[in-house]
């Protein structure tokens, strides 16, 4: 639970004012938490406490480093970021390094998640001969059950839709009772995304890896999916292999407003 060092605390009530669910209430001079009313630890309160007076539980409500700085041309660089990405499907034999993967899952620890539920948990799938097992599966399931034949059309003419030819595979579930799975996994797996195209790894949404994992109950099996979970996204992912993008691309579509 949220706490309150008071030896620490200034009463300076700024955890009172951006607590989104009142949480605290000032008494005598200082905040107070009220453990009737219910507390998501989104930790606003320690956010913005300029002692770091909040605790959660055992641990400190905030990271020790200050919050980093953003150079004055950031939004165009962000911009530039987004506009920029691409779906890759074909990869060089260079693995993508555990270390890179793993800082990136850990920031999708900050992404928005309805009621700071973040149910999102991860598998990685790594190796060649992992990866045609999922494929055999997938590949079986097509030619039983007649299900999504252009796989195997497109498969016939060299290209594998399912995975591309990526080493290393990643897979987003979640327990099908969180309160928003689908869209909160979306959102990590976006950020995971954005940080790996960041640092020269290409990626992809797998779809169909998605959809099929959660049909075949081999492929749950085979992935260990626990009991009670489905997937929600899938990204192909390695180092691009003679793809290049030097222009970005138009759109047909942009965005659809009404303003109201």
Request: hydrophobic share 40%; aromatic share 8%.
């Amino acid at each position: 639970m949220i706490t309150i060092d008071t030896e620490k605390c200034i009463g300076c009530m700024k955890c009172v004012s951006v607590c989104p669910f009142k949480v605290f209430e000032e008494h005598g001079n200082k905040p107070i938490v009220t453990r009737e009313k219910y507390c998501m630890k989104c930790l606003h309160c320690a956010a913005t406490c300029p002692e770091k007076a909040i605790k959660l539980g055992d641990l400190p409500g905030v990271l020790e480093e200050n919050l980093p700085c953003l150079p004055p041309d950031f939004s165009s660089l962000l911009e530039s970021h987004l506009m920029k990405r691409r779906s890759y499907r074909f990869f060089s034999e260079k693995a993508v390094e555990k270390e890179i993967l793993n800082k990136a899952l850990q920031i999708s620890a900050w992404a928005p998640s309805a009621k700071n539920q973040h149910p999102t948990k991860w598998i990685v799938i790594e190796g060649t001969e992992k990866i045609n097992e999922i494929t055999k599966h997938i590949l079986e399931y097509v030619k039983e059950t007649g299900q999504s034949p252009e796989i195997m059309s497109i498969l016939e003419k060299g290209n594998n839709v399912i995975v591309g030819n990526a080493k290393t595979l990643l897979l987003a579930y979640a327990k099908k009772t969180a309160i928003n799975a689908s869209t909160d996994s979306a959102i990590a797996l976006y950020g995971v995304e954005l940080m790996l195209q960041a640092q020269g790894i290409g990626t992809c949404w797998a779809g169909y890896l998605t959809r099929l994992s959660n049909t075949i109950p081999a492929l749950r099996t085979m992935m260990k999916l626990p009991e009670g979970c489905d997937f929600y996204g899938a990204l192909m992912m390695g180092y691009p292999q003679d793809e290049e993008y030097i222009h970005v691309p138009n759109r047909h579509k942009l965005a659809d407003i009404q303003w109201l």
